[in-house]
């Protein structure tokens, strides 16, 4: 088995446990991808990047356990993985940090590129179309409903687009935002419109 089918299957146990609301392992599918394509042509590791996409989240149910957060804990779970695996020290200290930087709820600023692509591919997987979908998703999984899925759009989704880092963030983060900007002042007008 590769280094990453290994840890690919590493994700999958641990998420077998946590796969409700906007936390999904296909969240973690579409960061990937999404990270592959902001990487492309970027003068950066691509091992680096790849295991930071994938290890990123991992930590999910830890934090809901411990209250610590994902963004520490998904490093260290990660880090005896990824020492099996033969990453360098240098990799796994780059992996680490990324992971470390890639909340928007913790507004920590990444420092290297891999980071920075990170961050971007996680924040657009929470606008557009799939963004409105988890939204919607965790906001019923904690019992908030439509009203705290509008909060948490004006609170949080719709100031995403001006937290890209790189240029093709940037420019995915336009189409995504204008997507999610119309579903929520389409959902407030309708919603508007109802009398008992
Ligand atoms: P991060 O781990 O980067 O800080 P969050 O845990 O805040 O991100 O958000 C991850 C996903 O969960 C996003 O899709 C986000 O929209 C969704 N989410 C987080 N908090 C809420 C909330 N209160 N209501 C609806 N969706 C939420
Ligand atoms: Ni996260």
Do not use: C, W
């Amino acid at each position: 088995m590769s280094a990453k089918l290994k840890i690919i299957d590493f994700v999958q146990k641990e998420f077998s446990n946590f796969n409700k609301g906007a936390h999904t392992l296909d969240h973690i599918r579409r960061v990937y991808s999404l990270s592959r394509l902001i990487g492309e042509g970027l003068p950066i590791s691509t091992r680096v990047l790849q295991a930071a996409a994938l290890l990123h989240d991992v930590g999910r149910l830890k934090e809901s356990e411990t209250g610590v957060s994902h963004s520490i804990l998904s490093g260290e779970m990660s880090k005896p993985l990824l020492q099996e695996l033969g990453y360098s020290t240098t990799e796994i200290d780059r992996i680490i940090d990324a992971i470390r930087t890639h909340r928007f709820s913790e507004g920590i600023e990444p420092t290297s590129l891999e980071g920075k692509i990170l961050s971007d591919a996680d924040k657009l997987d929470a606008m557009g179309a799939v963004g409105i979908y988890r939204a919607i998703a965790q906001a019923e999984s904690k019992g908030k409903g439509m009203v705290g899925f509008l909060k948490h759009a004006d609170e949080k989704l719709l100031k995403l687009k001006d937290l890209m880092y790189t240029a093709k963030g940037k420019h995915l983060a336009r189409e995504r935002h204008n997507i999610l900007q119309r579903f929520v002042d389409q959902l407030r007008d309708e919603v508007a419109e109802y009398v008992l």
